[in-house]
């Protein structure tokens, strides 16, 4: 025997003596591994639920992807997995994070849920939390997420590291979906919960169209009067189910209200005709030819909630060169002869609008109704700035609204649309405010204090887009936007025009929620509103600046840093403020559109 060996030698002969032990820490070992499936997200959002979030490929932390998501007012932007774990087992959760208010946890341990964030991280931080399984937990969810209203944030290399618990069964098919609402371009589906399901796939025509956590979807981008068939699985952490069975929805015919005769591509412009400024006053019949939609600015309320809407035009005092009435009614007459639309515009920056009640609703019916056929207009143009269109703290789906200057103002277009029948033009001009911000924004939001005029005009713009001749948000005085990049983009060049006219062509989920998206609009439906120039209002940009617009949007060529969805050729055109305003400064956005569509 030698009486010079090691004592940690000795040691560990004598725990290699106790039997089993070796087999038993041997085991513990194998059976630790990462559980997350595509933690670093090389395999796009593969394996995980993120209803607002993006593979990115930089910044990325290892590999060539990594995950970006973008909070809004009342979304947090999660991004969550469902893993199979073991009962009374120890777990690690660990990933790489940047941005601000970036959070990571598992929730279901069935012991205490943990969490662990970082206020701020400019580059990469890894954050770990460790939690217990409880004695009958089988299934965990782990998550990452933002905060609400904050920006951008990036995730890569998550891992669940622990014993791996048995996958189970995939759920069962779901019952066929019903059919929804239906129009031109998209079909609203819903179906019943199925037991263990954590996501579902909606599948258009045999092949996959999209993934939701709940149990509606709307899927756009379908052509008009054409049949398309629909399935749905339910997916969890153990695979795919069945197919449900398939159901038919045939969508509706392309109608938008009254544009059938309007040229392929338009030139929309105010005409100040009922006040003087720095633009000067032009009359009606000196309006270039190249002007196809005439909107004389502005019909106004007799008090903010009479709905008495009355159209006086510029008294000679302020308008010495103004035109009497016989010539003005005597160039709609020629205007429209030559195949020009000439429209009463309601509202502007001082007119405000607000339908509180029915009787205002009948009110503004009538008094529109007298302005049209006195001056035998083509149709309308609403154009609720300000505090015309808010949201109550209880409406909170654009689809079905219930406050009342909404409901009023859909009630009331709706009786004029009937009433004037298929060639009534009816046209829209509202902010980005109350349009594309609702991506991020919806009224008083989930938590309340949110502004609530915050995308307030979706609901009119739904419940009309078949009514709807043109959409021709107005591009300008805006404030920052976030496109469907998750980024947020400025006015001042042609990247704000394409990131606001690409979310009006696609689509996208109201404050966020992927249960409400708002479906897109055809693009003979969409002008893009410009000012005229410097003069006009905020955010103009340069002809240079117009035609990298166009090319982008109608031939995705010359984009620069954003992106769009698709290509539209059949776009409809051109707004701006205004046509005095264009004269003014020498007819430089009339020659703009004239040169590029001719």
């Not at 006086?312 to 005597?330: G, H, I, M, Q, V």
């Amino acid at each position: 025997m030698d009486r010079t060996r090691p004592l940690a030698a000795l040691i560990t002969a004598a725990v290699l003596a106790v039997p089993g032990i070796t087999a038993l820490s041997s085991a513990a070992r194998a059976a630790d591994a990462n559980l997350a499936v595509n933690g670093g997200f090389e395999s796009g959002l593969d394996g995980w639920t993120c209803p607002t979030g993006q593979t990115i490929t930089s910044p990325v932390h290892s590999g060539s992807h990594a995950l970006q998501a973008t909070p809004a007012g009342n979304d947090n932007a999660q991004c969550a997995q469902t893993v199979a774990v073991q009962p009374n087992a120890q777990y690690t959760l660990t990933g790489y994070v940047r941005g601000s208010y970036v959070y990571l946890g598992a929730s279901g341990t069935g012991t205490t849920d943990v969490s662990t964030w970082t206020q701020s991280a400019p580059d990469w931080q890894q954050l770990t939390t460790t939690f217990r399984t409880g004695a009958a937990t089988t299934a965990v969810t782990i998550y990452t997420h933002g905060w609400y209203g904050t920006g951008a944030y990036q995730a890569d290399d998550l891992t669940l590291t622990g014993p791996g618990g048995t996958t189970g069964q995939p759920p069962a098919a779901p019952a066929a979906p019903a059919i929804g609402t239906v129009t031109s371009t998209t079909v609203t589906l819903s179906w019943p919960a199925v037991p263990g399901a954590t996501g579902y796939a909606v599948y258009r025509d045999g092949t996959k169209d999209r993934a939701v956590t709940g149990t509606t979807a709307t899927v756009t981008g379908l052509a008009p009067s054409t049949p398309y068939s629909f399935q749905v699985t339910a997916v969890n952490s153990a695979g795919e189910s069945a197919k449900s069975a398939a159901v038919t929805a045939t969508t509706g015919a392309t109608t938008g209200g009254g544009s059938g005769d309007l040229p392929a591509h338009a030139l929309v412009g105010y005409l100040h005709a009922s006040f003087a400024n720095g633009a000067g006053y032009t009359r009606l019949a000196d309006v270039p030819d190249s002007w196809d939609v005439i909107d004389l600015a502005f019909g106004e309320p007799t008090s903010v909630t009479s709905g008495d809407i009355r159209f006086t035009r510029c008294p000679l005092t302020e308008c010495p060169n103004a035109e009497s009435d016989a010539d003005f009614k005597a160039a709609i007459k020629a205007k429209q002869a030559a195949g020009k639309k000439v429209l009463i515009s309601i509202g502007g920056q001082n007119g405000q609008v607000q339908l509180t009640t029915t009787a205002a609703r009948d009110t503004f019916v009538a008094s529109v109704s007298e302005i049209i056929d006195e001056y035998g207009l083509d149709g309308l143009d609403v154009d609720f700035e300000g505090h015309s269109l808010s949201l109550n703290a209880d409406d909170t789906d654009f689809r079905n609204p219930r406050t009342p200057v909404i409901v009023n103002l859909i009630s009331a277009l709706k009786t004029l649309k009937a009433k004037y029948g298929a060639t009534f033009v009816l046209t829209m001009a509202p902010e980005t405010f109350f349009v594309q911000n609702g991506y991020q924004y919806y009224g008083t939001g989930k938590w309340g204090g949110q502004d609530p005029r915050c995308g307030a005009y979706l609901p009119v713009i739904h419940a009309l887009r078949d009514d709807l001749t043109l959409l021709h948000v107005q591009d300008y005085n805006s404030g920052p936007i976030m496109g469907l990049d998750n980024q947020y983009h400025s006015m001042g060049g042609a990247d704000f025009h394409i990131a606001m006219t690409d979310m009006l062509l696609t689509g996208f989920p109201v404050a966020g929620d992927p249960a409400r998206v708002f479906p897109p609009l055809r693009p003979d439906q969409i002008a893009i509103g410009m000012p005229a120039s410097t003069d006009a209002g905020n955010g103009h940009v340069t002809p240079a600046e117009v035609t990298k617009t166009l090319d982008c949007l109608t031939k995705k060529t010359n984009c620069g840093p954003y992106t769009p969805h698709g290509t539209w050729p059949s776009l409809r055109g051109l707004m701006t403020w205004s046509v005095n305003w264009d004269r003014y400064g020498g007819g430089e956005f009339q020659r703009t559109f004239d040169g590029y569509f001719g």
